[in-house]
């Protein structure tokens, strides 16, 4: 796939949703952003997007969407409480 390939927003869902929760849960956290989600009990994990144009797409999509936006993995856990590592998935 090109930089240049459109990703369906059906696409995004489904790479969101293989983890077992659903796509409005995910937050983006830093500068440039990462795609994250914050689990009570579990913490905060990122999930790494190996292919750089579906991860822009991802985050686009997100920041459309109005998923919240944080400006550091330590505002996010600040805000939900959380202290302990963070996580990260790949996908």
Do not use: N
Not at 30 to 49: K, M, N, Q, T, Y
């Amino acid at each position: 796939m090109s930089d240049s390939e459109h990703f369906t927003d059906e696409r995004i869902i489904q790479t969101l949703e293989a983890h077992g929760c659903s796509w409005r849960d995910y937050i983006l956290v830093g500068s440039p952003a990462s795609v994250c989600r914050f689990v009570a009990g579990a913490g905060l994990s990122a999930l790494l997007i190996e292919h750089d144009a579906l991860a822009a797409a991802t985050i686009q999509f997100l920041s459309r969407h109005g998923a919240r936006s944080f400006p550091s993995v330590d505002d996010a856990k600040r805000e939900f409480g959380w202290d302990g590592v963070a996580r990260v998935q790949s996908v």
